[in-house]
């Protein structure tokens, strides 16, 4: 009875061990995780500097941060509210701060990113969503342009969408949408978004 036993240990053993032999790979199914929204702690600045790697000074580490940009911020509102009154927008840099020993910091900015909130009558209308974000991007895009914010490369637009209580979101990057054809908009819009 024991050897019966002592076979059920082994054998499991021996079969893991001949299949990580053979070079066979496998793998586990992945979690489908979500980005939840999330708080940023922000400190307001009134300029930013645009600095690239290169010009990193040494002796210091870096942390990814967020900076308020209140100035565009306003401008990034009054330009909203013009196609969409009761709409929020505002502006914030992405980058690096670059912290000394003595904990001081430069921030060296690498983007400006756009977080637009605006009322729907009903979260499931694609099609509404889709033709609100090609409205919105399209302005911003002409108002604001790479170049002339604060960072080198393209940002992100940040859409939340709210309709009685509830709340939807939508996030993609400034040069994927520049990709697609000018055209597009309303339910196809945010299938290739999503896509």
Known sequence: MNR????WGILPAGVLIAFACSGLRFSLPARN???????????????????TPTEYPPGCYFNWAYKNLPELSSLVQAAVEELYPGAEAHAQVYGEDCIYADRHADFHAMETDFFITLPVADLQNNGDQGKLIRQTADLLLARFPTGETPGTQPGRFNFR????GRESYMSF??????????DLTGADLMRALIH
Do not use: G, N
């Open 4 to 7: 019966i036993w002592l076979l």
């Open 33 to 51: 995780l979500q980005k939840t929204p999330f708080e940023i702690t922000t400190v307001a600045i009134t300029s930013v500097p645009v600095q």
């Open 161 to 164: 969408f709210t309709s009685s």
């Open 173 to 182: 990057a400034m040069a994927d949408y520049q990709k697609l054809p000018p």
